[in-house]
């Protein structure tokens, strides 16, 4: 059983930085990704990274954001630099046994999730 645990969210001001971190532990997981939802909107995928290494972003993130992970404290992270307000969302870690494709698994859906960190950009 894969267990996910985020921390790291908060409230900052735009233009600021957080660092999101999400301890996993279980079996192997090959995909990871941070996701995202904002009330009235669609989740969306933010960033993605797998066993290889691999990464890939969402355009609304790219250059700002960085996915990177530690195997030996089982750590997935998730800097986020240049906050915008429209970057304000319940974030979710979320895990899969499978690679990725992109920014989701390979068979399409995460299977395990963690219980979300607020992030709030104010203007």
């Known amino acids: 059983q894969v267990q996910l645990v985020e921390s790291g969210g908060g409230s900052v001001q735009a233009g600021g930085s957080l660092r999101l971190a999400c301890t996993a532990s279980g079996y192997s997981k090959h995909c990871l990704g941070w996701l995202r939802h904002a009330p009235g909107t669609e989740s969306e995928g933010v960033a993605s990274i797998d066993s290889g290494g691999t990464t890939a972003y969402a355009d609304s993130v790219k250059g700002r954001f960085t996915i990177s992970k530690d195997n030996a404290k089982n750590t997935l992270y998730l800097q986020m630099n240049s906050l915008k307000p429209e970057d304000s969302a319940m974030y979710y870690c979320?895990?899969?046994?499978?690679?990725?494709?992109?920014?989701?698994?390979?068979?399409?859906?995460?299977?395990?999730w963690g219980q979300g960190t607020q992030v709030t950009v104010s203007s």
């Open positions: 979320a895990a899969a046994h499978v690679y990725c494709s992109g920014l989701t698994p390979d068979d399409g859906d995460y299977r395990y």
